[in-house]
């Protein structure tokens, strides 16, 4: 079955470093949606693409959809200690409506 | 605009014990969803409503865990009887249409419910 799987898993940075993370699947997606947990909350939508090649950015956050539809990458810069938290990547399954899976996640500590 | 609500934030039961969780989604979104999100995984999905119709539980062990959206709004799962392993978050997400796949693909999510079986 379709699966994604992201990296790294966990990732400990400075204050005010960039951070780059990956998310790749073997199969072909039409959405990428990246979403940001925090501890103790549900997934808070960050970044939707739509479009292979699509750059989209939200503040200092710029999501891409990989032009092989196999992957997208979430770039934050200038990293403050609020980013801390996990990040999954997350895809709709073909031809079963909204159903959604999840890759594992990204953890990531950011050091003031 | 309120989000997903969801209740309660906690529950801790013993094993065999029942337990049952409300969800309220976004107002004017028809389609609802629960995830079940074990400790460091992504959350998996449980069940799928379509205003008050289930469109997929391939997921939910239908021997212990039922749901409702009776009125085609707020929801309930249960879980009857609780065991070890159905400790996790439990999280509702609604998004505002099945067929217009742009906005289906955007799930909102509410807090979750944490629950704990001892």
């Known amino acids: 079955g379709q699966q994604l799987n992201q990296s790294p898993q966990s990732m400990f940075i400075q204050e005010g470093e960039d951070v780059s993370m990956n998310c790749t699947s073997s199969s072909i997606f039409n959405t990428w949606l990246w979403y940001k947990q925090d501890p103790g909350e549900g997934p808070v939508l960050l970044i939707a693409?739509?479009?292979?090649?699509e750059l989209t950015s939200n503040g200092r956050l710029t999501a891409q959809f990989g032009i092989t539809r196999k992957d997208s990458f979430l770039n934050i810069s200038a990293s403050i200690p609020s980013d801390v938290g996990i990040y999954f990547c997350?895809?709709?399954?073909?031809?079963?409506?909204?159903?959604?899976?999840f890759g594992q996640g990204t953890e990531l500590s950011v050091k003031p | 605009e309120a989000g997903v609500a969801q209740s309660p934030r906690y529950k801790i039961i013993e094993k065999r014990q029942s337990v049952a969780f409300w969800c309220n989604p976004i107002?004017?979104?028809?389609?609802l969803y629960w995830y079940q999100q074990i400790l460091g995984q992504g959350p998996k999905l449980l069940i799928q409503?379509?205003?008050?119709?289930?469109?997929?539980d391939s997921q939910l062990p239908k021997d212990r865990f039922s749901a409702e959206r009776l009125k085609g709004v707020d929801s309930t799962l249960k879980i009857q009887p609780a065991k070890l392993e159905d400790s996790a978050v439990y999280l509702c997400a609604s998004s505002l249409e099945r067929y217009a796949d742009r906005f289906v693909n955007e799930q909102f999510f509410g807090p979750g419910t944490r629950l704990t079986v001892l």
């Open positions: 997350a895809g709709p399954i073909y031809n079963q409506g909204g159903k959604l899976i």
């Open positions: 107002s004017g979104h028809a389609t």
């Open positions: 693409l739509y479009k292979a090649g």
């Open positions: 409503f379509q205003n008050n119709g289930v469109v997929d």
